[in-house]
């Protein structure tokens, strides 16, 4: 029985129970350490979490249970154990040099700004959840014209541009309200919820 699939990471990982397959793509070791090298070296106080499939490693100790809603907070691991990872995601908080991490390796992976500017996300170059989900569409038959989807920020709106139908949560940001094809209520105001209750309806 086909239980559903699974979209992670932006689309570096995709589970699809259809025909039983877990795409997976990945940061090389050899790029994964320079762009942690490079990081540390302009900012050594950012906080960077890097995500190895389902696992979640950061360099210290780190209390995200209230800010980002996490289940358990990355595991410490030393510098040099972190460079020996292809990493699914690097992820960055609070650092302010953007502009130069694009401009350095753009060419190597997709780099990504979202949670307001906050939170930079560093992923396999290529990877996007449009991608991701244009991939699944053609394992099931489905049209991209035929899909509802869901979002809130910068990574979403790749997918705006390309599913059918938009909707963007109340709490999203400008540029996916702009082009939205419906904006619903907040996440913490079960707008997806409200909106999937009214298409159940027809």
């Known amino acids: 029985m086909d239980i ?4 992670y990471y932006n689309g570096a990982q995709v589970i699809c129970q259809k025909s039983n397959t877990d795409f997976y793509d990945s940061i090389p070791v050899s790029i994964t350490s320079e762009i942690i090298d490079y ?12 995500e190895v499939k389902d696992e979640w490693f ?40 953007i502009q130069a991490l694009i401009s350095k390796f753009d060419q190597q ?13 560093i992923m396999p170059l290529g990877v996007s959840k449009e991608r991701a989900i244009t991939r699944l569409c ?4 489905v049209g991209l014209d035929s899909v509802i989807i869901f ?8 997918l705006f541009q390309t599913i059918g ?4 949560m109340g709490n999203a940001i400008q540029e996916l309200k702009e082009i939205a094809d419906e ?20």
Do not use: W
């Not at 559903?4 to 979209?7: E, P």
């Not at 053609?138 to 038959?141: A, C, L, R, S």
């Not at 979002?151 to 790749?158: C, I, Q, S």
């Open 151 to 158: 979002g809130d920020d910068h990574n979403d709106l790749g």
């Open 58 to 97: 950061s360099l210290r100790e780190l209390d995200y249970s209230s800010t980002m809603n996490a289940r358990a907070n990355p595991i410490v691991k030393s510098l040099e154990e972190l460079k020996r990872h292809e990493a699914t995601k690097i992820l960055l908080s609070g650092f302010n040099q």
């Open 165 to 168: 139908y938009s909707v963007a």
């Open 4 to 7: 559903g699939s699974f979209v």
């Open 183 to 202: 904006i619903t209520e907040d996440n913490d105001q079960d707008g997806v919820a409200i909106i999937l209750e009214r298409l159940c309806r027809y």
């Open 138 to 141: 053609n394992i099931y038959g």
């Open 39 to 50: 990081c540390l070296h302009g900012d050594p106080q950012t906080e960077l979490t890097m």
């Open 109 to 121: 992976v997709n780099i990504l700004a979202t949670d307001n500017n906050q939170l930079i996300q």
